[in-house]
Every structure is written in C-alpha cells, then in structure tokens.
C-alpha cells in the first residue's frame, strides 16, 4: 500500500510538471488592465494575408491601409498620419493598423518584396523608409534606356526583381536599414509570396473594391472617397470617442 501511494505521489508529480512546462510554452497575453503599459508601437503582427499589423490585436478600432509602394499619394500620406496614428491611435491601445500591400506594378511588386523582407519587427521600418524616399528611388524612371527596360522584361523571376532594386538603388536603402547583398537577394528571390501578394490585390478588388491607393477599411467597412488623410483623420477620431 505504502509502495502504492508512492508511486501515485510520483505520477502526480510528474503531471504537475508536465501541466507547467505546457502552460510555459503558450504565449502570454497582457493581464487585464495592464494595456496602458504596453508600448504597443513595437508590436508588430504578421497575418494571413501576409500583411503587417501595427498595435494591439484586440484593440477595439481597426484601420486596415491599402498600399501602393509606387503611389505618390501613399507617400503623402505616411509622411502626414504616420506620428498622429501611432501617438492618438496605436499608443493608447485601442486602435491598430494593418498595412495591405496592392501591387500595382513590377516595379511596386519588387519594392513590396524588400519591404516584407526579415521578420514582421522590420516592417513598418522597411515600410516608412521606401515611401519616405520614395522621389529618389522612383527618379530613374523618367530615363530608363531600352536596355534596361529588356532586362526589366527577363523571364526569370529571381533576375528580373533583383534588375529592378539596382537600377532603382533600392539595395541601398535595404543597406541602410542593415541587410546585406545575401539577404535582399534572398527576399527577392521569393516568387510564392509575389504571387500570393498578387492574388491579394486581386481579391481585395473585388471584396473590397479597391480600385486605388491609398484606400482604407475601417471596422470592416471600406471608406470610399477617403484618400488623405484629412479625410480619414475625423473618421478614425469618431469611433474612438
């Protein structure tokens, strides 16, 4: 008998153990009432539509941005929302935002893949620095030779990306947001996500009607007419009265 409760002593043990080791593995979410102490400006999410989410995932407001890397008007609005978004919005926890990437381009496609490129906390650094620049790395455009334009064309995919980050000088930019050669190289290389990015833009046309950019969902609804963001600010400020 004695033997016998030694051994269910034992077993229990051992279940107790493993229930922590399990509990350990699973992620933690903030304890309740502990949101205001999360800076949640560096909680970055990458979804299933392999966009990019900027802020609490819970929060009660979200705000969904399409994005065309090539889109003047894109850059515009960065430049305008981006410091009021993550201080009024992101910060307090009850707003996030979700970049969508809308190819509109080969080029945009090329620039899209460097910018998913790393893990999802290089994002929205990667995001803000090619629409920032976007005027010097967009210049050559205006005076692309034939060559250059046959190169572009390559039926290789792999060669045909990488062609169009050097002669725009996007492998600089990457530099400078501290990836090397390899890893851009890498990153442009990936013709499964440029194809899954692709099917995106295609299905957000046709759900969401998303004909232009920058285009926005807010809580679900898409905002037709709002392309600045003087026209999104009072609406994103309605619903976090």
């Not at 051992?14 to 560096?42: D, E, H, I, Q």
Request: glycine share 6%; aromatic share 8%.
């Amino acid at each position: 008998m004695r033997t016998m409760f030694k051994n269910l002593g034992l077993l229990l043990a051992a279940l107790c153990g493993a229930l922590l080791l399990t509990a350990a593995a699973k992620p933690a979410r903030a304890p309740a009432g502990s949101a205001a102490k999360v800076n949640w400006n560096n909680v970055v999410t990458r979804t299933p539509l392999d966009s990019h989410l900027l802020g609490n995932p819970d929060a009660p407001v979200k705000l969904v941005e399409y994005i065309s890397y090539t889109c003047p008007h894109c850059a515009h609005f960065e430049q305008e929302s981006d410091a009021q978004l993550r201080i009024g919005f992101v910060a307090t926890g009850k707003g996030s935002i979700e970049v969508r990437s809308y190819v509109r381009d080969g080029v945009d496609l090329t620039v899209s893949l460097l910018a998913h490129c790393g893990p999802p906390s290089k994002f929205f650094g990667n995001h803000s620095t090619f629409l920032r620049h976007q005027t010097t790395w967009m210049a050559p455009l205006a005076s692309l030779t034939d060559a250059q334009k046959a190169r572009w064309s390559n039926p290789d995919f792999a060669t045909r990306t990488r062609t169009i980050a050097s002669d725009l000088g996007l492998y600089s930019l990457m530099q400078a947001r501290g990836y090397d050669r390899t890893a851009a190289d890498r990153c442009l290389a990936d013709k499964a996500l440029a194809e899954r990015l692709a099917k995106n833009t295609k299905e957000a046309s046709e759900k969401d009607f998303i004909s232009g950019t920058p285009s926005f969902v807010l809580d679900g609804v898409p905002l037709s007419g709002t392309y600045s963001w003087a026209t999104l600010k009072p609406q994103v400020e309605a619903r976090l009265r």
